[in-house]
């Protein structure tokens, strides 16, 4: 009896240690990236958005087209520019209607010798030209310096070896990046050293985004990957694999790369070697 007991204990125990080592959850360290990727996008309606999980200022500033900063003013956030989900965002300054203007009291003036007054109306309008064109002068100047500056003194680098099948144009709805064609798993760098602001999938048409922050005034991106390798916050050095290229949310397999320079897509190829 006493050996029937003891083999029934031993069934029990083998059952149980069978039961225990099934279905046993893979640690986090073993699971890519793009595993716990959203499949959530970030729609930006009437110039206002509602943080939802997972977003950063970063990410809806670069949907919105915007210097992050603005809209960190604009809603009164501090660096590190930390928000919360149902946290409503203002991504504009409002229009204000111009007021209807009044009409003017007639005021009686003594009589102006003609030719004095017509001197005086020539001389006016000969000066309103010569102001406009200095200033559009001075700010196209402005423009270009800053252009053509290496960028805050940014060391710019190619991120992935390919075919240039697309170029960036300055067409309102035209492309604002570069298409680097390749295979699927191409190694995607850094194109220069900075910081991971975002690395997601909820931009509508980026596909498996990765954002890098190089300065205050300068981000670039590296859209449609098949797998991203870094996370946000994480540091990066110029040339450090972060990506494999891929064609997610595309037609294609190849890189689109972008340069933002406050907010507002440059052409890469001023910035490239």
Request: hydrophobic share 35%; with cysteine.
């Given at each position: 009896m006493q050996a029937v007991n003891m083999f029934i204990i031993l069934l029990l125990i083998v059952f149980i240690a069978g039961?225990?080592?099934?279905?046993?959850?893979?640690p986090v360290t073993s699971l890519t990236y793009a595993d716990s990727l959203s499949s959530r996008k970030i729609?930006?309606?009437?110039?206002?958005?509602?943080?939802?999980?997972?977003d950063t200022l970063f990410a809806i500033a670069f949907t919105a087209n915007r210097d992050v900063r603005t809209i960190a003013a604009l809603n009164n956030i501090k660096p590190p520019y930390t928000i919360f989900p149902g946290q409503k965002l203002v991504l504009a300054k409002p229009k204000t209607r111009n007021k209807k203007s009044t009409p003017s009291k007639v005021v009686k003036t003594k009589a102006i010798d003609k030719k004095q007054k017509n001197n005086n109306l020539v001389k006016k309008d000969l000066a309103k030209p010569k102001q406009r064109e200095y200033v559009q002068k001075q700010a196209t100047q402005k423009v270009n310096t800053a252009a053509s500056k290496k960028n805050g003194k940014i060391d710019w680098q190619w991120p992935a070896q390919g075919q240039i099948t697309k170029r960036f144009s300055n067409k309102e709805q035209g492309y604002k990046g570069?298409?680097?064609k390749n295979k699927l798993g191409t190694?995607?760098?850094?194109?220069?050293?900075?910081?991971v602001v975002y690395a997601g999938s909820a931009l509508r048409g980026y596909g498996n985004l990765i954002i890098l922050k190089h300065s205050d005034d300068y981000l670039s991106a590296y859209a449609h990957n098949d797998r991203l390798l870094v996370r946000e916050q994480q540091k990066v050095k110029a040339g450090q694999k972060i990506a494999e290229m891929g064609n997610t949310d595309a037609t294609q397999t190849a890189l689109r790369f972008e340069i933002r320079f406050k907010g507002q897509a440059v052409n890469p190829k001023k910035y490239l070697p």
């Open positions: 039961c225990s080592s099934t279905h046993k959850p893979a729609i930006i309606k009437n110039n206002r958005y509602t943080v939802q999980k997972g570069l298409q680097i190694s995607v760098s850094a194109a220069a050293a900075g910081t």
